[in-house]
């Protein structure tokens, strides 16, 4: 049985935004590694990143919804 690690994602720095069919696709560089769990956490993958690599994919998520709201009808709004 294979051993449950945690995968850490680390941004490095953000590098694109697009959406299409429903799906938003944000680019980056980052850095993957990968650790054991401590043995009272379930393995995951964590995302971390600094408050201002934060603060801009907060933005880059708020520009990408607003194309989508702005392919809806305006009925579906």
């Known amino acids: 049985m ?13 590098k694109s935004a697009s959406n299409s069919h429903g799906l938003v696709d944000i680019g980056f560089d980052g850095l993957f590694i990968q650790q054991f769990p401590p043995d009272d956490r379930e393995p995951m993958h964590v995302l971390s990143m600094s408050e201002a690599d934060a603060r801009l994919l907060f933005v880059l998520l708020k520009s990408q ?13």
């Open 2 to 14: 294979a051993t449950k690690k945690i995968t850490r994602i680390e941004v490095q720095r953000w």
């Open 65 to 77: 919804l607003a194309e989508f709201d702005g392919r809806k009808a305006r009925s579906q709004r």
